[in-house]
């Protein structure tokens, strides 16, 4: 019985470490170019290079038109690397 008992604690905490071995590799191996590929499903390098610039007051509609092509792809996504100016508030 002792060794069922522990039998299953073994495989209980072998389990907990597996995942919490995953999860961290999973938040610390990120990275743009992990995001990237992630999102787009293909290797962004190999993607076209397209620049366009916005005003400020236009990047709340930039936000809502990728957050609705993400959705209608069905994809998961999160802002990665950009955050308003203390100065954009006045603009809003």
Do not use: C
């Not at 073994?10 to 995942?19: D, E, I, K, P, Y």
């Not at 366009?52 to 999160?78: C, G, K, V, W």
């Amino acid at each position: 019985m002792k060794e069922l008992l522990f039998l299953f604690v073994g495989l209980v905490l072998g389990l907990a470490l597996t995942f919490a071995w995953r999860k961290l590799r999973f938040l610390l191996g990120r990275t743009l170019y992990g995001e990237l590929k992630s999102f787009f499903k293909t290797d962004p390098r190999q993607l076209p290079i397209v620049s366009r610039s916005f005003m400020a007051i236009d990047l709340p509609n930039l936000h809502i038109a990728i957050t609705e092509y993400a959705q209608e792809r069905a994809t998961n996504f999160r802002t990665v690397g950009y955050s308003l100016p203390s100065w954009s508030e006045e603009y809003f």
